[in-house]
């Protein structure tokens, strides 16, 4: 995993960049994004991340979500990590952002998390090194699910969820 991404501060000003793994080993503020597509019904697309990942596999998380490379907009980024995850594509516009820090094992996440919506009407064709399931599921029923079994769920998906409702 020779991926690098971008570090930030807390407003979100560049800091440099490093290599992925390395970044998350640390705990370092670094530059991500959670994409949501809904569908006409107003139904999130949901991803059960693959049991490979790197971390968080196996739980239930929004449509995808990444990490923009250096030089790389968020936007596009996020439309690309979509392509590749969940095999479709579709306009997304900003939602909201937030900063977060969890330990999950030997890695940390701490992140400054771009929040994007697209709309979406179809099936995907997810990647199956990255894709586990996936689910059109009713906002209420989501935001149920988070309050009822929060375990199930990616730890960032709550504050990502609230960003979306706006």
């Given at each position: 995993?020779n991926?690098?991404?971008?570090?930030?501060?807390?407003?979100?000003?560049?800091?440099?960049?490093?290599?992925?793994?390395?970044?998350?080993?640390?705990?370092?503020?670094?530059?991500?994004?959670?994409?949501?597509?809904?569908?006409?019904?107003?139904?999130?697309?949901?991803?059960?991340?693959?049991?490979?990942?790197?971390?968080s596999?196996?739980?239930?998380?929004?449509?995808?979500?990444?990490?923009?490379?250096?030089?790389?907009?968020?936007?596009?980024?996020a439309?690309?990590?979509?392509?590749?995850e969940m095999?479709?594509?579709?306009p997304?516009?900003?939602?909201?952002a937030?900063?977060?820090?969890?330990?999950?094992?030997?890695?940390?996440?701490?992140?400054?998390?771009?929040?994007?919506?697209?709309?979406?009407?179809?099936?995907?064709?997810?990647?199956?090194?990255?894709?586990?399931?996936?689910q059109?599921?009713?906002?209420?029923?989501?935001?149920?699910?988070?309050?009822?079994?929060?375990?199930?769920?990616?730890?960032?998906?709550?504050?990502?969820?609230?960003?979306?409702?706006?």
């Amino acid at each position: 995993m020779n991926e690098r991404v971008i570090l930030v501060d807390q407003s979100d000003r560049l800091a440099g960049e490093a290599e992925k793994l390395e970044v998350h080993r640390q705990g370092r503020l670094h530059r991500a994004f959670s994409v949501f597509v809904l569908d006409a019904l107003g139904r999130v697309l949901l991803q059960r991340r693959a049991a490979g990942k790197y971390h968080s596999g196996r739980l239930w998380s929004n449509t995808c979500c990444g990490h923009p490379r250096p030089g790389e907009d968020i936007r596009a980024a996020a439309e690309r990590r979509l392509a590749e995850e969940m095999g479709f594509q579709c306009p997304l516009e900003p939602a909201g952002a937030f900063i977060y820090r969890a330990a999950l094992g030997d890695l940390v996440e701490h992140e400054y998390d771009h929040v994007l919506r697209g709309r979406f009407d179809g099936d995907p064709r997810p990647d199956p090194a990255e894709v586990e399931a996936w689910q059109w599921m009713p906002f209420e029923a989501l935001e149920a699910g988070l309050a009822a079994r929060p375990g199930d769920y990616t730890v960032w998906l709550p504050e990502a969820v609230k960003r979306l409702r706006g």
